[in-house]
């Protein structure tokens, strides 16, 4: 890792790190969904039938993100981003404003590949010293991508985009999967068609999330997640080999957790969200995190510092530290959370890592 790149991190690293020792007085990371809009049909997600509403302008989110000194990771979700006609000026204006920022990333299905190159180029021109991570949705092979996002085309555009963005200076690049009944036997597939349609494509490249369910955000109440998968270490270790960063680290010691979640145990890791970590919906509600149905205020009329110590939110995040939200151990509030928490996730890990080392020593 070049040096300067590795001063980046561990001044990230060290902001993040306030949460290891109180609640900071705003949020260090925050998911910021933009619209509930969407070109795409998917299987597992009906955000697109929400009525529009009434969503964040440029102006408003920047007047957000002034309020909030200390964001240093940041989510920017949907719906689908570039919908908006609007989605580089609004990146443009938060990476201008949040100078703390360390981590910029979105997720887009790829649809818009004009607007997705132009918006990056755009944002590392204006702040090259941001982690500017781009997560390009692509579920199977190109007939079952194309179905389970319900339209003709998508793969072929995501695809496109993908090679498109793999070429950019400065851009981190990433295909998520995310799995699901409909997908969760073709993930071999997927990789052979990965590796035919990008030159020089990696393991590293290449994330997995699960289907989540989640009212106010992927509005798919009653979605049947896949059975839990077993054997993800082993799987993980033989495609890739030892972690060989921070980023491949902490995607092992998630999978290591992953798989005794998948069993059935508690998670064991305290969940960052109201502590450090909180979800804005398009329309400025405040919410612990895009699973758990708990509007806590509206931004558009009271500021970030006075919602977040309000008594009603720290109320909220007393109740989720006693699990009344349901828990969850979802990637992209996992990530948070085993870093926000070094000794739980050091205690819960070495525990669990003996006792995968000790079942494939067994041959189980
Ligand atoms: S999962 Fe993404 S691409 Fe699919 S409908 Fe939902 S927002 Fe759109
Ligand atoms: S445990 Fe999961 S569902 Fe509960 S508040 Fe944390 S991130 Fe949200």
């Given amino acids: 890792m070049p040096l300067v790149q590795l001063a980046r991190r561990t001044e990230l690293v060290a902001r993040l790190a306030e949460t290891w020792v109180r609640r900071p007085p705003t949020p260090t990371r925050l998911v910021l969904d933009v619209t509930r809009r969407c070109n795409l049909r998917c299987s597992m997600c009906r955000t697109w039938e929400a009525p529009a509403g009434h969503e ?40 201008r404003r949040a100078r703390a920022l360390g981590v910029l990333h979105f997720p887009t299905n790829g649809w818009f590949e004009a607007r997705v190159v132009a918006a990056c180029e755009a944002i590392v021109r204006a702040r090259p010293d941001l982690d500017l991570i781009v997560t390009v949705s692509v579920d199977g092979p190109e007939a079952l991508h194309d ?66 369910v989640s009212g106010h955000f992927f509005r798919n109440e009653g979605a049947a997640p896949p059975e839990p998968p077993a054997g993800l270490v082993q799987e993980h270790l033989a495609r890739r080999g030892p ?57 558009r009329e009271r500021p970030f510092a006075e919602l977040w110590s309000s008594e009603h939110v720290l109320k909220a995040r007393s109740e989720i530290e006693a ?10 509030e996992a990530y948070p959370a085993l870093a926000g928490a070094p000794a739980a996730t050091l205690r819960q890990t070495a525990r669990r890592a003996l006792t995968l080392a000790g079942e494939a020593i067994r041959g189980r």
């Fill in 56 to 95: 964040l302008t440029v102006a408003e989110i920047g007047a957000i993100v002034d309020q909030l000194p200390r964001l240093c990771w940041l989510d920017v979700t949907g719906g689908e981003p570039f919908l908006r006609g609007d989605a580089e000026a609004l990146l443009l204006e938060i990476a």
């Fill in 147 to 212: 179905r389970m996002r319900g339209r003709e085309g998508a793969y072929r555009r995501a695809i496109g985009t993908l090679r498109r963005l793999r070429e950019l200076a400065g851009v981190q690049v990433y295909v998520g999967t995310t799995i699901t009944r409909d997908n969760q036997g073709a993930m071999g597939a997927l990789r052979e068609a990965l590796g035919r349609e990008l030159p020089g494509f990696r393991a590293g490249e290449h994330h997995l999330n699960w289907l989540q």
């Fill in 243 to 299: 972690p060989r960063g921070l980023v491949e680290l902490m995607e092992l010691v998630f999978l290591v957790n992953r798989e005794f979640v998948g069993r059935g145990e508690a998670a064991g890791v305290p969940c960052q969200a109201l502590r450090s970590a909180a979800f804005v919906s398009p329309e400025g509600l405040l919410y612990p995190c895009h699973v758990y149905d708990r509007p806590l205020g509206d931004l």
């Fill in 323 to 332: 699990l009344a939200c349901g828990g969850c151990f979802t990637p992209c």
